[in-house]
Nanobody
């Protein structure tokens, strides 16, 4: 049974930083691709960052330079460092896992999802 549990969301002022975490269980953390998505009210779920099994990363253009995705295979934990937060970053943030190769930031590619953690920027 795969379980992904996000944490670290908060209400912050613009310009601040947050680090989101996603703890995984029942999943081969070293394989496939893991990613972060976000969804604002009334908007579609948007992929923001992905990290492949070899550690290479991919980002949405809208977050390049401000978001950094990383993972700790030993701790089965995925991270998203968010700097220079903007009000438009306000959304529910989800981690997702895909057990096979391929790291496109499309929600339909991912098999497992967490319940989300809320980020609010004012």
């Amino acid at each position: 049974h795969v379980q992904l549990v996000e944490s670290g969301g908060d209400s912050v002022q613009a310009g601040g930083s947050l680090r989101l975490s996603c703890a995984a269980s029942g999943y081969d953390f070293s394989g496939g691709c893991m990613a972060w998505f976000r969804q604002a009210p009334g908007k579609e779920r948007e992929g923001v960052a992905g990290i492949r099994r070899d550690g290479t990363t991919t980002y949405a253009d809208s977050v390049k330079g401000r978001f950094t995705i990383s993972k700790d295979n030993a701790k089965n934990t995925l991270y998203l460092q968010i700097n220079s937060l903007k009000p438009e970053d306000t959304a529910m943030y989800y981690c997702a896992a895909r057990p096979v190769a391929g790291c496109l930031l499309h929600a339909s590619w991912y098999n497992y999802w967490g319940q989300g953690t809320q980020v609010t920027v004012s």
